[in-house]
């Protein structure tokens, strides 16, 4: 089975903290993906990256940042976290190339509050 | 980018009753197609996907959806819904590397 892991659960920072989401996966798989989740407007993309050290924004990159320095790490970066931040983050992965059609796997979630 | 429309933000319906979730996509290129489901306090899981070949996809649970076209959707449909179908459903279009989700739906089984 694919595992898609997020380093925590649940977190609460305090607005301008710097914080770091982690997430690793363990099928070799080329594609990765960071969402937030929110009340009725669903999964909304904000970064993904199909290779190492490569990157491209999705819906809402604003007040993020991401890091790609191994295939099976993923990093999301809130540089100075703010209240309209505090969601819950979905990290995912899934392979590329000619089976891009495939199945993305997400992980478990991390929920954040920003106070 | 591509985009999803998810027609409905809930369905409320009595148990043993048909349900459709509607979902219309939008992109200039081929897509394909999902659906995933998440319960009260879980993670997404996959219902069914379009690829390719024949519109009508079957997928767990006895969740059917079908891909038109012409239309532009992939509407998901049970002919007679559990409470333990009680979710929130997203549909999603996935270009190449990208993939975006719709708002999703929330379907409420009642007794």
């Known amino acids: 089975d694919v595992k898609v892991t997020q380093s925590s659960r649940y977190l609460v920072k305090r607005t301008g903290e710097k914080v770091f989401l982690e997430c690793v996966q363990d099928m070799d798989h080329e594609n990765m993906f960071w969402y937030r989740q929110d009340p009725g407007l669903g999964l909304r993309l904000i970064y993904f990256s199909y290779d190492v050290k490569m990157k491209e924004k999705g819906d809402i990159p604003e007040g993020y940042s991401v890091s790609r320095e191994k295939k099976e790490r993923f990093s999301l970066i809130l540089e100075s976290a703010s209240t309209n931040q505090t969601s819950m983050y979905l990290c995912?992965?899934?392979?590329?190339?000619?089976?891009?059609?495939?199945?993305?796997?997400f992980g478990e979630g991390s929920w954040l509050t920003v106070v | 980018a591509q985009s999803v429309t998810q027609l409905d933000s809930q369905v409320p319906v009595f148990e043993e009753a048909p349900v459709e979730l509607r979902c219309n996509y939008s992109?200039?290129?081929?897509?394909?197609l999902f659906w995933y489901v998440q319960y009260p306090n879980q993670g997404l899981q996959l219902l069914l996907k379009?690829?390719?070949?024949?519109?009508l996809v079957k997928g767990i649970n006895g969740f059917e959806a079908e891909f038109n076209k012409s239309q532009t959707s992939f509407h998901l449909r049970k002919p007679s819904v559990h409470i333990s179908d009680t979710a929130e459903y997203f549909c999603a279009v996935k270009v190449v590397n990208d993939m975006r989700f719709g708002a999703g739906t929330r379907l409420t089984v009642k007794p």
């Open positions: 379009y690829l390719s070949g024949s519109t």
């Open positions: 992109s200039s290129v081929s897509v394909y």
């Open positions: 995912a992965s899934s392979p590329a190339g000619v089976i891009s059609g495939n199945t993305i796997y």
